[in-house]
C-alpha cells in the first residue's frame, strides 16, 4: 500500500549522512597506505551505494504503487489515507513489509562493504608482496 | 512475474556494465542500482505473499499474470528511460555538446537540406 515510504525515509536520512561524510572527506582526505599507495574505498562511496539501492528500488516501487492505484496524483495522495480502516492495514504493512525492505537492502549494502574491504585489503596485501620482491 | 522480469533486467544491466568498464561510457551503472534495488523490495513483498498465500502464490490466475508481465516490462522501461535521460544530460562522451556548439552547427544544416 505504501510500503516503499519506508526505504524512501532511510534514503533521505543516508543521503543526508552521505553528505556529512562527503565534506568530512573533502576537509581531511582518506589516507593512502603509504607502502602501497592503494586507498581502502570511503565511507563516502559506499554510502553512495546504499542510497542508489534505496532510491532505485523506491522509485520503480512508487511507479508499481501507481500502477495499482495505492498511489493517486492528488490530495491525500495515498488511497489507503482516505479512510482510518485502510490507514491502519497500511501503516501495518509499511511496519512490516517496508521495514523488512529496507533492512534486506541494507543487509546487503553491509555485505557489499565487506566484500570490498576485504577486497581492497587482498589487493593491499598483494601489491606489498610486489613491492617487497622489488 | 515481475520480480522474475526485473531480475532478469538486473542480471542483464549488470552484465552489459561489467562488460562496459573501466571505461563506462554509457554509464549503465545507474540501471543495476535501480534494478537491482527493485528485485530486493519485490523479493520481500513475495515472501510476505508467500506467508500468506502458502503454494497458490506459484499459480497465479491467468489474467493476474499478464497484468504482473506488463508491470515488469513496464518497470524496465521505466528504468531504461531514467538511465537516457541521465546519459544525455550528463553527456558522458560530449556528443550532444558538440552537436548543439561545434560539429552540430554544420551537421544540423546539411541535414535540413538532405531531408
Known sequence: ?134 | MTLLITVFAAVIATTVWYKGMPKNELRTGILCWLYWGASIMWFVDAVFEYAELGAAYFTPDPIDMLNDTFLGLAVVALGLIIWVVRLLVTDPKGVIRDLLFHKGENAGSKDEKTA
Open chain 1, 1 to 134: 500500500m505504501a510500503c516503499f515510504l519506508v526505504p524512501t525515509a532511510e534514503a533521505i536520512v543516508t543521503t543526508a549522512i552521505t553528505k556529512v561524510e562527503e565534506k568530512k572527506e573533502k576537509s581531511a582526505p582518506v589516507e593512502k597506505s603509504e607502502s602501497t599507495g592503494v586507498a581502502k574505498v570511503s565511507l563516502a562511496r559506499k554510502l553512495r551505494w546504499l542510497n542508489y539501492l534505496l532510491f532505485g528500488g523506491a522509485i520503480l516501487l512508487a511507479f508499481e504503487h501507481l500502477w495499482h492505484g495505492e498511489v493517486v496524483p492528488y490530495f491525500p495522495f495515498l488511497t489507503a489515507a482516505a479512510n482510518s480502516e485502510d490507514t491502519a492495514t497500511m501503516l501495518h504493512e509499511m511496519s512490516t513489509v517496508g521495514v523488512s525492505m529496507a533492512l534486506l537492502i541494507t543487509a546487503v549494502w553491509v555485505i557489499m562493504c565487506i566484500t570490498a574491504d576485504v577486497m581492497a585489503r587482498r589487493e593491499n596485501r598483494r601489491l606489498s608482496a610486489v613491492t617487497v620482491q622489488k
